[in-house]
């Protein structure tokens, strides 16, 4: 259903990645003292203004209006939910990694590995189409949940301690 | 089905039944178990499979949401290890196949499994959910074929059971049945020995101590009394077959139980043709009105013993009359066990009443019914013209003169003629009339019958035709005038028949009736005989003053009312008067005088002839006694005697001999007058009476002499002393040569054979002149003088000294 209305103005593989970022928000749960009553915060950071999040500004994710945030400064990066770093050079996913520590905040990137680099949610594409790869051990650490079953997705899980498995 | 099992034994019915109560249950439990294996599988299996299809739908929740192709695929292809699961699919929001997934089939499927698909495959649909929402659709295609392959295979194995089950029930059956019913059998096989041997003293062995050896106990108890029974039974049987009369036991609903054998002796049948059977051997269309046999056993049962008599029939068909002695047999409570009959042959009874009732009621010479049962068909007869409205004739025939005949010719002769008579009656009736004689032991009819003597009396029922009596008494007069030929003898005969009708509406009893029949008769004989008279009331009149004439003769000969007269005999040659004829005088005391003519024949025909004739005998004996003295002791009188007097058997009533004794009479001072046909008889002791008295001196005269027969040969035989001249002869004799000529030729042959000749009659001096002329040695007559009485005849014997004829 969305994946075609993601269609509209970016690229296929842009809106794949939106719609996984979509998605991600449906089985994520946040510690309710870090989020709005009204609203999820998509943050997006990079340069191309040209994707799909576009399209999921209004969408509504368990009650609540989804807003798409481009590249916020650091005061208002404690508002975002999600941040969502385009492929960067790693210096810039540092930099961007270190706002969001100690902050409820499940960061997802398409860059390469960056789940072994302090991220939590990376995109990668595989056989043809896009899937994601979770870090357990940062998202747990932020005071994130996600759903086992989103886990069951995940092509690649690491950070995993030996008690939950 | 039903009537099949009632033919097999108790052992066939107990294990068949046995069989069929386990097998039911057997059966019913394998249901039970079938139907529940089938719920429970396919509860189970389809709660498992969706669980499975929850479970994997919850699981594949996410790989649709990310529409994770592979994910989900791997997702699905984790249903491999459930072997119903043949495919799976994932639908998404839309229907269209998200993912699918397809179990490699390593068995091709069967035919049976084809042709069962219908319940082995099927389906099972789950949503895939995510935050309350259905966003797709998980579809199972399971195919059952190998869990109802595993539950049919359980069947089979339960049946295989169930069956070894109803085998080893039937072989526990068999041998607990053998078990059990051994004592049965044993007591079936000893009822059996019992049955075919009679031998009441066999025992079963008893080897249990249960309800069966308890029955068995019994039933030698049983036996034992049975024995004892039996021998006084057979004590009884043997008592009742040596009882010489036919004994039958019948039981309360009059079966044949027994029969002895005097039964079976008599009748021919044996007990087995009769046992069990309520068979009597009545005759069939018994005449007469004999009680059923339900009213007979009801009398013998009500009153304590019936008894009767009654028809039997032999089983070779020969009826015996029988005497029925049926008394009840009761039991010590009174209640009916049923009847004892004997039965007594009373054949030789019958036989003896049988010739008693003949004797009593037929006449033994012409086999024709008596007067006795003649009077009882003529009163039955009375009766049924009420119904029949038709006339009925009666016919009173009396031969004539057959006792002069039955004289003439012997009483064998006689009877001859009576039974040859009879039969031409017979022979001459109406068709529907011959019916009055003896046919094979059955009375055919009494419609001709005998009453006696030489008297036939003819009933001619239903007379239709005016002239069918006439007829018929025409043709019985017509075959009794043709000649009887008896031995040698040709004899004539003839019949006077009285006839009276009697119709419906008259109403007249059989003796009026005979009475009248018999006056009619009287009549025919009084025309002449060899007639037929119908009775008419004028005849009645004249019969009525005949009785009355008896019934004051009887009188008279009582209250002597007869007087005797005496017509003088002269004796020509010498004028005298020594003889005289007796003759009766009868003063009536209402008519006054009657002559003779009119009471001798009747007194004749009533039988009273020789009373009168004793009286006159007697009275005149009594006065020639006194004359012999008074007049001369020569004094001769002739006494008339009929040949009826002269036949009689009775010899008090014709005591001349012992009369003359008595009054001292010497015979010769008697004649007795009578006519030739005395002599004709064949009967000697009329002529040996005749004799005895000629014997004693008393003389003889033939009365009416040249009127009958003439015989000569009497005259040669002296059998008589005179001969008297009738006064036909003597009356014409002066003007009739003739006659004359036969006085003087009867006195000539008289005196040639030394007999004296008396006319009679004598009323003129011409007849006296001719006769005396003749020779004739006697006159009597009018002219001479008439009857006087006995003074007046012994005052003219005084005076015949002085010639009677110049006086």
Known sequence: MFATNLLHAATREEAIKAGIVYNLTKFTVWPNSSISENYLNICVFGKQYDDGFD???GKAVMGKALMIKRNPNNRDIHTCQIAYIKNTSKKKIYKILNKCKSLPILTVSESLDFINHGGMIGLVAFDNHIGFEANIKTINSEGINIGAQLLKLAKRVVGLDKQYI | MQTGLEKKSVRAKLIITSLLVTGLAIMISL??????????????????????????AASSSPALVFRDQQAAKDNLRLLHINQLITSARILDQQGNEFVSYQKTIATEQSNLSRLLSTYTLGLIESPI??????????????????????????????LFISSILLLMSYVILRKSSDYVLGPIHNLANAIREIINSGNYSLRVD???????GFLTEEFNLMLSKIEDRDNQLQQSNEALA???????????????????????????YSLDDLQGTKETLSVRNQPGTELSQAEVYEIAREQGVYRGETLRVTKAGKQIPIQRHISPVKDKKGELKGYVTVLTDISEKKRVEEIVWRQANFDVLTGLPNRFMFMQRLKEDLKKIKRTKLPLGLMFLDLDRFKEINDTLGHDMGDALLKEA??????????????AYIDNDHVVSESVARLGGDEFTIILNDLKEDKAIDIVAKRVLAKLAEPFLLGNDLVHLTGSIGIV??????????????????IAMYESKQQGRNRYTKFDQSMLYKAQQRNTLINDMHRALKNNEFQVVYQPIIDIESNQILKAEALIRWHHPFEGLINPDDFISVAEDAGLILDVGQWVFEHVVKQVAIWRETIHPDIQIAINKSPVQLKSANEAKFDCLSSLQKYKVPGKNIIIETTESVFLDKNTSTVDRIAAMREAGVQVALDDFGTGYSSLSHLAKKDVDYIKIDQSFVQNIFENQENLAICEAMIVVAHKLGLKVVAEGVETQQQFKLLSDAGCDF????????PLSGKAFERLCKKSEESLLTA
């Open chain 1, 55 to 57: 399209a999921l500004a």
């Open chain 2, 31 to 56: 249901v039970i178990s079938i139907v529940d294996d089938i719920r429970n599988t396919h509860q189970s299996t389809q709660e498992q499979l969706t669980i499975i299809a929850d479970m994997t």
């Open chain 2, 129 to 158: 959910e995510f935050n309350d929402e259905v966003i797709g659709q998980l579809i199972f295609s399971i195919d059952m074929t190998s869990i109802w392959t595993s539950l049919f295979v359980q069947w089979l194995s339960k």
């Open chain 2, 206 to 212: 008893n080897q249990t101590v249960d309800e069966l």
């Open chain 2, 242 to 268: 040596q009882v010489q009369e036919p004994i039958v036991l019948r039981d309360a609903e009059l079966r044949c139980q027994y029969v002895n054998p005097a039964f079976v002796n008599i009748f021919g």
């Open chain 2, 422 to 435: 009879a039969s031409r009656i017979v022979g001459c009736l109406r068709g529907t009339d011959v019916i």
């Open chain 2, 501 to 518: 009708e009697t119709y419906p509406n008259e109403t007249i009893d059989a003796e009026t009736l005979i009475k009248y029949a018999d």
């Open chain 2, 779 to 786: 006159a009597q007559g009018f002219l001479l003088a008439k």
